[in-house]
């Protein structure tokens, strides 16, 4: 198994910037794609971004164009960006990896960190 911990979240203003950390340990972190995925109260958990252990990103529309998701493999560790926070970016913020190729959907990711808040407020 491989555990990942998420930090970083925080509250931040409208049109400010977070970047989030996700450390992984237990497996050899090369061998894991890595995703980001959010909720927000009352909604369902949707994707925000992933990153293939070959460093191919991929993102979800509403953030595309805001957010970087990157890796430093040798620091176990992925990075997610986020700039020009809106008020619909406010969730819970939670780091997942995969053996698997990293498909946008919760399902594909068995390993999961207990989340870091990101609260966009003015």
């Known amino acids: 198994q491989v555990q990942v911990v998420e930090s970083g979240g925080g509250l931040v203003q409208p049109g400010g910037h977070l970047r989030l950390s996700c450390v992984a340990s237990g497996r050899t972190f090369t061998n894991y794609a890595v995703g980001w995925f959010r909720q927000a109260p009352g909604k369902e958990r949707e994707f925000v971004a992933s990153i293939t252990w070959r460093h191919y990103p991929n993102y979800a529309d509403s953030v595309k164009g805001r957010f970087t998701i990157s890796r430093d493999d040798a620091k176990s560790t992925t990075y997610l960006q986020m700039n020009d926070l809106k008020l619909d970016d406010t969730a819970l913020y939670f780091c997942?990896?995969?053996?698997?190729?990293?498909?946008?959907?919760?399902?594909?990711?068995?390993?999961w960190g207990q989340g870091t808040q990101v609260t966009v407020s003015s």
């Open positions: 997942a990896a995969t053996s698997n190729y990293p498909r946008p959907s919760s399902e594909s990711y068995p390993y």
